[in-house]
């Protein structure tokens, strides 16, 4: 901050003195404080957060009275008052303002609404994630729809789908508002429309991150949106990742974009009273081999021997008699053991292996182990998963049947053939629902002409 004088004379830095030593010392310039994330300006200088971004708006604002671009007293009293207008409203916002502004947007099947606590609310990110075919973008189309309805099921807003991988599927929007009677059977004025959807599609990373900085608060700002989906998430990172190198200096890089990517979205939710909800993709997740024990004899018993086994030795001179002697040898039976005990794979509590059965949807207890399934993993890892208020999975599981062979005639031998897929919705961690249970499969749905619907209470 050596520059801060030279850049604006007339800066009062008394206000500052705690803050610009430890600027200076890790060589970060006006520019720096004006360009970068606070976050980023405050890890790099050890400095606290809300102070880091008085200092760069008063800055801001000081720069630009004196370009002549805003009232340079109104502009000061502005960010005297509040550093952080959006930040300081959430925090002096009480408790009874909070759940009197609280909307949601229903999924249109009361079993659904309450494993989600109501819906999915607005101000926060929630991402729904799974394997595919599990029904993310299925859940995810009936959303842009719910979402135009007026209250209390919706916020009679339009809504805004930014695809990374495939365009709109308008075919399927069409026969949802055919198939449900909750959406077929309301009149013009308050139906959905397909033309209240706005669809965007970004190929790559860099234009992500363009839409998301220029367009987006845009088209936020004029049309009312009050649904943003993407879909998916994970998708320009991956192809990115893929195409780079994965040394460290590069995951942290990507760590550094996941972490502006939720700060910017996070303010886009609150600034706007809109919900944003991501789908994100899977990886396959290897749980090591459970360790299995020898097995252990009765107690009190010896190890079998030869020579206490056999009733009497063959004689070494007489080959015929040694014959004899070995056909009236009576073998008994080995003592029963008991069959091999097997333990779950054990972490250390404070290690990634352990905590992700909390946070990833997957759990690698008992249930899982004989389920007809694999451990799956959130794409982005934990840095993304700091980011979200909310992560639901949908679970995918084969159904086996065991059919006998026609013209089998072993004992036992069967043939187990896949039927059909079950799928479950689990809610693995949210500020305003309860999480599903480890070994509870959540609530059981299915997909239909008309969207999703839950076909029971849950395992």
Request: with cysteine; hydrophobic share 35%.
């Amino acid at each position: 901050m050596t520059d801060l004088l030279h850049t604006l004379p007339n800066f009062p830095t008394k206000h500052y003195t705690h803050l610009i030593p430890s600027l200076e010392k890790n060589l970060l310039t006006t520019t720096d404080l004006l360009t970068l994330d606070p976050l980023e300006v405050a890890k790099r200088a050890h400095l606290p957060l809300l102070d880091v971004r008085r200092l760069a708006n008063h800055v801001l604002a000081t720069l630009q009275s004196q370009l002549g671009v805003i009232d340079g007293a109104e502009a000061l009293r502005k960010h005297e008052e509040s550093p952080n207008p959006e930040d300081a409203s959430s925090l002096k916002a009480s408790g009874r303002t909070i759940s009197q502004g609280w909307s949601a947007i229903s999924t249109l099947d009361p079993l659904l609404d309450a494993a989600l606590g109501g819906g999915i609310p607005t101000t926060y990110i929630t991402e729904v994630t799974g394997e595919s075919g599990a029904g993310k973008t299925q859940f995810l189309l009936s959303l842009l729809l719910t979402a135009q309805l007026p209250p209390p099921q919706g916020l009679a807003r339009p809504t805004v789908y930014i695809s990374t991988e495939h365009p709109l599927p308008t075919s399927r929007l069409a026969q949802l508002l055919r198939s449900n009677p909750d959406l077929s059977s309301l009149p013009t004025s308050t139906k959905p429309s397909l033309t209240r959807i706005f669809s965007i599609q970004t190929p790559d990373l860099e234009s992500q991150d363009h839409i998301l900085a220029y367009q987006l608060p845009v088209l936020l700002a004029r049309h009312n949106i009050g649904l943003i989906v993407i879909d998916s998430i994970a998708a320009n990172y991956r192809a990115e990742r893929s195409s780079s190198s994965t040394s460290g200096a590069a995951l942290g890089l990507r760590s550094t974009q996941l972490i502006q990517l939720g700060h910017q979205l996070r303010s886009l939710a609150r600034q706007h009273n809109c919900a944003i909800v991501v789908s994100n993709q899977v990886a396959d997740r290897f749980a090591p081999l459970p360790s299995s024990s020898p097995p252990q004899r009765p107690p009190g018993s010896s190890p079998p021997s030869v020579h206490s086994q056999m009733s009497s030795p063959p004689h070494p001179d007489s080959s015929q008699q040694g014959m004899q002697s070995l056909d009236a040898v009576v073998m008994p039976p080995p003592p029963s053991l008991p069959p091999p005990q097997v333990s779950s794979p054990q972490y250390p509590l404070l290690t990634l292996d352990h905590q992700q059965n909390f946070f990833t949807g997957w759990s690698a207890g008992p249930h899982y182990q004989t389920a007809n399934q694999n451990l799956k993993t959130p794409s982005l890892g934990l840095v993304w998963t700091n980011q979200i208020a909310c992560r639901i999975a949908l679970v995918k599981e084969q159904q086996m049947y065991g059919n006998r062979e026609e013209g089998n005639s072993m004992e036992g031998a069967a043939e187990w053939r896949p039927r059909q897929w079950k799928r479950y919705l689990k809610v693995v961690f949210a500020s305003w629902a309860a999480a599903t249970g480890s070994e509870e499969r959540g609530t059981e749905f299915e997909i239909w002409s008309g969207g999703l619907r839950a076909v029971g209470q849950g395992v």
